[in-house]
């Protein structure tokens, strides 16, 4: 077959998929009859709460559901966000004006560029960070500067090693607290920080909370709209699918600043048509209902227990590794005289392990790989066997 038309440039600029290897490596091993343990995607292995499913049963059947939904998204579930705001972070958020739904908080990630970046324009990304910052710049002709997260500086970005050129063609900065893929965590007075750089250079902040409800040890993560002057400058995405293990379900918000959010409205309206009402109401039902607190609470103490599992080990086998407060991944320095790659190619091939490299998530990522801890703890622990029978660190 051949296609005699050329693609586009943002088709054909778009960085190789990073996992093609991997995941042909994979293909080879299970071929091979091993019995391989990936612990390489960061997606909820525990089903959605029942409550949750049983409210979308319910709506799913009326037919009033089954319409468009409004552009705006339900009155009921941007009240139930705002609610959960007010709740949970003492912010006061009108529902009209500073709540959005999304279909899933990807979405409005990759899409905010397009609406505040010109070709030549600028975005400050985390590096290592989720991929979707810096594609949905490149989408939108912009180009990514990266700020470094160091271990030496708490995964935190330096904004005073930004040169002052790159601050004045930025319009976005992305910033993502608790961290994928470092789990590091951010305090206020980093927000404080970014708050005073961003009114300085004019710069929008988007703060990506996808695990703002995966925390340790009665540890409480923030959310950027608790800082004074946030929502002048920013917003707050937020997203279901980690604290509700919905990922599958595609239902996310941004909140904060209202005229942020009238353009990334604006441009929504013009290319998707929302969220199926049958999945807002499970979203307000989510949001709502009593039982999450539990909920929450429970899987909280899964992934602590999964990753006391994993440091343990890890330290077991003389890894320089530290406990994150919060998100559910382990981020962990790979042995002297590997790459990323390399090293994950390596565990793959001696025990059928699989984790994600640090260079996936850029240049800062290399010496670093990421174990999510989303299988089931005696998984988890035949996989740290593993690791601790073929590796010394
Ligand atoms: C999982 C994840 C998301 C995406 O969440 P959705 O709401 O499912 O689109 C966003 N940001 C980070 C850092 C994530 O890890």
Known sequence: ????????????????????EIDKKIRE??????DVIKLGIGDPDRPTP????QRMQEEVTLPRNHSYPPDEGLAEFREAVSRYYQRRFGVELDPQKEVLPLIGSKEGIAHISACFVNPGDVNLVPDPGYPVYSIGTLFAGGEAHRMPLLEENSFLPDFSGIPEEMARR??????????????????KDFFEEA??????????????SAYLEIAFDGYRPVSFLEVSGARDCGIEFGSLSKPFNMTGWRVGYAVGSAEVLEALYRYKTNIDSGNFKAVQYAGVEALDNPKSREHIERMQQVYQERRDVVI????????????????????APVPYGYTSKDFVSYLLEK????????????????????????VEVDRLKEAMDRIKGAVRF
């Open 312 to 331: 343990e080990a890890l330290k077991e086998a003389g890894c320089r590794v530290s406990a994150p407060k919060a998100s559910f991944y382990v981020w």
């Open 1 to 20: 077959m051949f296609l005699p038309v050329k693609k586009a440039g943002r088709i054909e600029k778009l960085p190789p998929y990073l996992f093609a």
């Open 50 to 53: 029942e409550y949750i499913i």
């Open 351 to 374: 025990t059928g392990v699989v984790v994600t490299p640090g260079s996936g998530f850029g240049v800062y990522g290399d010496g670093y790989f990421r174990i999510a801890l989303t």
């Open 195 to 208: 708050v005073e750089y961003a009114k300085k250079h004019d710069i929008v902040i988007c703060h990506d």
């Open 29 to 34: 091993a299970l071929e091979k009859g091993v």
């Open 170 to 187: 930025s319009r976005l900065m992305f910033l993502n607290y608790p961290n994928n893929p470092t789990g590091a965590v951010a305090e």
